[in-house]
C-alpha cells in the first residue's frame, strides 16, 4: 500500500509502488481529470505490462462489467486525487467496491492512492460529503454539520481498521482537524483510533510484513 499525501508524485514513491505490481497490469481509478498517469507510469517510470485509466462520471458505471473486468485483471490499482466524495458515492456498496475489496483480500495486489485516493483507504475516513472542513472550523464545532467522519465500510484496507487518513498536512495547516476526526472516532465507538498523515510530497508505504516507510521529496 502507498498512501501519497498530495501535490505533485513523488517520483521513488510511485516507482516503489509499480514495482509491487511485478510487471504486471496498473489501473488508474478517478471521478476527475484525465488520463495523464498512463504516460508517466509506462513511460516515465516504467516496469510495468500495460497502465489504464478509468475515470466515473457518476455511480451507473459501477456496475459496467468492462470496469469490472479491468479490476479483476489488475495487478495494482491508484486511486488519483479529486473530491474523495465522488468515490464514497460512486463506489460504496456496488459491484466496484467488491471487486477492490477482493482483489486486495484475495489476490493481493497492490492498492495506493494520492490525496483523495489516500482519504478513502482508511478504515474510517473523512468523506468530505459537505465539502471540506479547515482546523479551525473543526476544532471549534466537532460536531458540526462539515464533519463528515464516516466509519460505514467501505475499502478493507486490513491493517488500516481503526485508522483515519490525511494529506496535505502542511498546506493548509490540517493537523487540528486530522485529531478531531481521531476524537470523532472514539467518540462513535472506537477505543483506540489510529492515524496516518502526510504532507505534500511525502508518502507512507507498507509492506506486506507490515512495516512501515516514508518516502519524501
Same mark, same amino acid.
Given at each position: 500500500?502507498?498512501?501519497?499525501?498530495?501535490?505533485?508524485?513523488?517520483?521513488?514513491?510511485?516507482?516503489?509502488?509499480?514495482? %509491487? $505490481? *511485478?510487471?504486471?497490469?496498473?489501473? &488508474?481509478?478517478? $471521478?476527475?481529470?484525465?488520463?495523464?498517469? *498512463?504516460?508517466?507510469?509506462?513511460?516515465?517510470?516504467?516496469? &510495468?505490462?500495460?497502465?489504464?485509466?478509468?475515470?466515473?462520471?457518476? $455511480?451507473?458505471?459501477?456496475?459496467? /462489467?468492462?470496469? +469490472? !473486468?479491468?479490476?479483476? =485483471?489488475?495487478?495494482?490499482?491508484?486511486?488519483?486525487?479529486?473530491? !474523495?466524495?465522488?468515490?464514497?458515492?460512486?463506489?460504496? *456498496?456496488? /459491484?466496484?467496491?467488491?471487486?477492490?475489496?477482493?482483489?486486495?483480500?484475495?489476490?493481493?495486489?497492490?492498492?495506493?492512492?494520492?490525496?483523495?485516493?489516500?482519504?478513502?483507504?482508511?478504515?474510517?475516513?473523512?468523506?468530505? !460529503?459537505?465539502?471540506?472542513?479547515?482546523?479551525?472550523?473543526?476544532?471549534?464545532?466537532?460536531?458540526? /454539520?462539515?464533519?463528515?467522519?464516516?466509519?460505514?465500510?467501505?475499502?478493507?484496507?486490513?491493517?488500516?481498521? %481503526? #485508522?483515519?487518513?490525511?494529506?496535505?498536512?502542511?498546506?493548509?495547516?490540517?493537523?487540528?482537524?486530522?485529531? #478531531?476526526?481521531?476524537?470523532?472516532?472514539?467518540? !462513535?465507538?472506537?477505543?483506540?483510533?489510529?492515524?496516518?498523515?502526510?504532507?505534500?510530497? &511525502?508518502?507512507?508505504? &507498507?509492506? /506486506?510484513?507490515?512495516?512501515?516507510?516514508? =518516502? +519524501?521529496?
Amino acid at each position: 500500500t502507498c498512501m501519497m499525501g498530495g501535490a505533485s508524485e513523488f517520483d521513488p514513491a510511485m516507482q516503489w509502488f509499480l514495482g %509491487r $505490481a *511485478n510487471g504486471g497490469d496498473v489501473l &488508474v481509478l478517478r $471521478a476527475s481529470g484525465a488520463d495523464g498517469y *498512463n504516460d508517466y507510469m509506462y513511460y516515465d517510470l516504467g516496469g &510495468v505490462n500495460s497502465v489504464e485509466t478509468i475515470r466515473f462520471n457518476n $455511480a451507473a458505471a459501477s456496475n459496467d /462489467p468492462y470496469v +469490472a !473486468q479491468r479490476i479483476q =485483471k489488475a495487478e495494482a490499482i491508484w486511486f488519483a486525487g479529486g473530491d !474523495q466524495w465522488n468515490y464514497v458515492d460512486f463506489w460504496r *456498496n456496488t /459491484p466496484v467496491m467488491g471487486l477492490i475489496n477482493a482483489a486486495i483480500s484475495e489476490r493481493h495486489i497492490a492498492i495506493g492512492g494520492t490525496s483523495a485516493g489516500m482519504a478513502i483507504l482508511g478504515g474510517c475516513y473523512f468523506s468530505a !460529503q459537505y465539502g471540506s472542513i479547515t482546523s479551525a472550523e473543526a476544532l471549534a464545532d466537532p460536531f458540526g /454539520p462539515l464533519m463528515a467522519v464516516d466509519c460505514t465500510p467501505f475499502l478493507d484496507v486490513p491493517f488500516m481498521a %481503526r #485508522t483515519i487518513t490525511d494529506t496535505h498536512y502542511d498546506n493548509p495547516d490540517r493537523r487540528g482537524r486530522h485529531f #478531531t476526526f481521531l476524537a470523532r472516532m472514539v467518540q !462513535q465507538g472506537d477505543s483506540t483510533a489510529f492515524g496516518i498523515a502526510c504532507n505534500e510530497y &511525502v508518502a507512507v508505504c &507498507v509492506t /506486506p510484513d507490515l512495516t512501515a516507510r516514508y =518516502k +519524501a521529496g
